[in-house]
């Protein structure tokens, strides 16, 4: 009896985890990012954040990316017109900060970022995210850079 109450336990049992900060990405970036198309998302400033932050997309649908995504990079997006923004649509871990400091490792790793190799300058710097997760969305206004946020997110 007891290891069946137990099991019922552990069942029922919700982890909560808290995000306190977020990170604005233009569609169709943040689409790649959620769908695990893309694991680094490229900034041109560097944090020493590391840890959970919430993917926001921001409110402008690039229409010249949406075009390289799907016929230049093979990235089965959805309907331009149907990409969410203005919301709060998930949340990664960010795990490092590469400094594309050398075009060839800008270049070996266009396959994770989905950047074209011309867009380099030696400045970038490549948010390196795993463990992507959707969430429902979650309407929220954007700012640049990593920003504050008051997030309870069951996990």
């Given at each position: 009896?007891?290891?069946h ?15 306190n ?8 970036w943040?689409w ?38 799907k ?13 969410e ?10 795990l490092?900060?590469?400094?594309y ?37 979650i ?8 920003f ?8």
């Amino acid at each position: 009896m007891v290891k069946h109450e137990l099991k019922r336990l552990i069942d029922g049992l919700v982890l909560k985890m808290k995000i306190n900060k977020a990170l604005s990405v233009k569609q169709p970036w943040c689409w790649a990012i959620l769908n695990h198309y893309k694991d680094i998302e490229i900034r041109t400033w560097n944090t020493k954040f590391r840890g959970y932050i919430a993917l926001h997309a921001g409110k402008k649908i690039d229409h010249n990316d949406y075009i390289l995504l799907k016929e230049g990079m093979d990235v089965p997006l959805p309907l331009e017109s149907t990409l969410e923004t203005g919301k709060i649509l998930g949340y990664a871990y960010l795990l490092d900060v590469i400094h594309y400091d050398e075009y060839k490792r800008f270049y070996d790793h266009q396959e994770r970022h989905k950047n074209k190799s011309s867009w380099w300058n030696g400045k970038q710097k490549g948010f390196v995210l795993q463990d992507v997760t959707k969430i429902k969305p979650i309407d929220y206004k954007g700012q640049l850079s990593l920003f504050n946020v008051d997030l309870e997110i069951k996990k």
